[in-house]
């Protein structure tokens, strides 16, 4: 028989792309998903990629002890992997305490369903490079000092250091992937890099003129999420449980990465580009860039896909969804 998973923030980016995956290696896969009136809308990642009939979709609330140990005792995942999270950066400056509810308290209700129903199963926690935030090593690794800049970061550093406190305490399978920047088409459009692809799109075809941003000189490593979905994945076939950074080890500004992104369509971004002040953070992460060295040796992981292609497949798609509309 297969193995199963259960993946909450099944609907984002990365839960769609794992859920591909892991029904790929033949897994059962059940996605944890919040009741919606909207519901058609949040599934439309795993719509987009042809397999929202080939896994199960289980309501529930990551906030919700009850209901997380529900679930775990109904699915009997033999991995858990959670990728739930208020995500956006900006958001976490005007949302603070959701931040913290559900971003860094979610993951130990999700910890806790799991220690109390299934304590053989192996957990992923989905950590962040802003964790890094104002940074102490030119290149940032797994020895690096954490120092978050944003509530979102220090959300995500509590559930990064509570997954460490339930492997250490109860012996639990539990590993962080300390994630570097990672883009698709199915990346929502409040982040940069897909903010900049949807308007080079509607510029191209005419729709609009410019696209306001903010601190263009802030830079990034960046990858794509099929490559890092994969790496979640290499982690819970250890024996042992550990934490892994997944970067490229290459650092790009969103200038360069605008640049790939309107010359894809013959377009020059500083023809296009609006530098909005009130969008730069409160406190901004001047750069990030990851030493992938550790997962590279210990779990033969590499990135595949390079930023070049990435964006231009961001930009494809982009025409693609803004051309339907338009007929």
Same mark, same amino acid.
């Given at each position: 028989m297969g193995r199963t998973a259960l993946i909450t923030g099944v609907t984002g980016q990365d839960g769609a792309y794992l859920s591909q995956f892991l029904l790929e290696q033949g897994y059962s896969v059940y996605g944890l998903a919040r009741r919606s009136a909207s519901a058609d809308t949040v599934l439309?990642?795993?719509?987009?990629l042809g397999i929202l009939d080939q896994i199960t979709v289980v309501e529930g609330d990551i906030t919700d002890l009850s209901s997380? /140990? $529900?679930i775990?005792?109904?699915?009997q995942p033999d991995e858990v992997y959670n990728l739930a999270a208020q995500s956006?950066?900006?958001?976490?400056?005007?949302?603070?305490?959701?931040?913290?509810n559900v971003t860094a308290l979610g993951c130990t209700a999700v910890l806790e369903a799991i220690r109390?129903?299934?304590?053989?199963?192996?957990?992923?926690?989905?950590?962040?490079?802003?964790?890094?935030g104002l940074i102490q090593n030119a290149v940032q690794s797994e020895r690096t000092p954490f120092y978050p800049r944003s509530p979102y970061a220090a959300a995500k550093l509590y559930a990064h250091w509570i997954t460490v406190n339930y492997r250490e305490s109860f012996g639990m399978h539990a590993s962080s992937g300390i994630l570097f920047n990672h883009e698709s088409p199915?990346?929502?459009?409040?982040?940069?890099?897909?903010?900049?692809?949807?308007?080079? /799109? $509607?510029i191209k075809l005419g729709l609009t003129r410019t696209v306001e941003l903010g601190n263009v000189d802030a830079r990034r490593d960046w990858g794509h999420a099929r490559d890092y979905v994969r790496a979640m994945w290499l982690m819970l076939q250890k024996d042992e449980p550990d934490d892994y950074v997944i970067a490229t080890g290459t650092t790009t500004t969103v200038r360069e990465m605008c640049g790939i992104a309107f010359e894809h369509v013959g377009l020059r971004f500083e023809d296009h580009v609006v530098i909005n002040p009130e969008l730069f953070r409160p406190a901004e992460v001047d750069i990030l860039l990851g030493d992938p060295s550790k997962a590279k040796q210990a779990l033969g992981w590499e990135p595949t896909i390079s930023l070049e292609t990435m964006i231009r497949e961001m930009v494809d798609a982009d025409l693609d969804r803004w051309r339907k509309l338009a007929r």
């Open positions: 439309e990642r795993l719509r987009w997380l /140990a $529900r775990c005792r109904r699915c956006f950066v900006t958001t976490s400056w005007e949302q603070p305490l959701l931040t913290g109390l129903e299934l304590p053989d199963a192996r957990f992923y926690q989905a950590s962040s490079s802003e964790m890094f199915l990346r929502g459009v409040e982040f940069v890099t897909r903010k900049v692809t949807d308007a080079v /799109a $509607r």
